[in-house]
């Protein structure tokens, strides 16, 4: 069972390039989340989608586009990157049942 | 809306000592609640959910945590810190319709 799987892991970018996090979930779960990780700011959400077909901005949605392609897939696009979007980028899901998260393993972004 | 406060942002403990995280709660109704760990370069992962039924609720690797209503307090626990404890907590709120919003968390160091 693999849960929530992120692509890529890691990735180099400069600024002002695009570049797509791509989400996947195999648990059948209605909700999924993208949140960043900064040093000291724990994880702030960026968006989350309650349902296929739709999209709510998070706390800091600024820079940020999502797709939820399907019920499994939802992905977040940088389209013109900045140094200020470095950062561990965490995708999840939720279980209606209690509102349980499962995550993935993070992609750890660096805008040069 | 459900808000938490961890009244710590860093704990620092000795091994084989006591732990004690500390999560306060505001909410008008019982919340849900959750413990969430992240060891260093890893995902988030559940420790432990308070969902009203037994207000003593046990977790992984020996943490539990205790629902006080009284106290508007779900402060994580355990006996015996080990090494591997070390790690970034996050006490968070879960209401059911809203997205799971996350803090700073509480960082746990573990000296020998």
């Known amino acids: 069972n693999a849960g929530v799987t992120q692509t890529p892991k890691f990735q180099v970018l400069k600024t002002g390039q695009s570049m797509t996090l791509q989400c996947a979930q195999d648990?059948?779960?209605?909700?999924m989340y993208w949140y960043r990780q900064d040093p000291g700011m724990g994880l702030r959400l960026i968006y989350y989608?309650?349902?296929?077909?739709?999209?709510d901005k998070g706390e800091v949605p600024n820079g940020y586009n999502v797709s939820r392609l399907n019920k499994r897939e939802f992905s977040l696009r940088l389209e013109s990157a900045a140094p200020s979007q470095t950062s561990v980028y965490f995708c999840a899901s939720q279980t209606w049942q209690d509102g349980e998260l499962f995550f993935g393993e993070g992609s750890r972004l660096t805008v040069l | 809306a459900q808000s938490v406060t961890q009244l710590d942002s860093h704990v620092s403990v000795s091994e084989g000592t006591p732990v004690l995280l500390r999560c306060n709660y505001s909410?008008?109704?019982?919340?849900?609640l959750f413990w969430y760990v992240q060891h260093p370069n890893k995902g988030l992962q559940l420790l432990l959910k308070?969902?009203?039924?037994?207000?003593l609720v046990k977790g992984i690797n020996g943490f539990e945590a205790e629902f006080k209503k009284s106290e508007t307090s779900f402060h994580l626990t355990k006996p015996s810190a080990h090494m591997s404890d070390a790690a970034e907590y996050f006490c968070v709120p879960n209401q059911a319709g809203t997205a799971l919003i996350f803090g700073k968390g509480t960082t746990l160091s573990v000296s020998s």
């Open positions: 989608s309650a349902s296929e077909g739709t999209t």
């Open positions: 308070y969902t009203s039924a037994a207000t």
């Open positions: 648990m059948n779960h209605n909700s």
């Open positions: 909410s008008s109704y019982s919340p849900s």
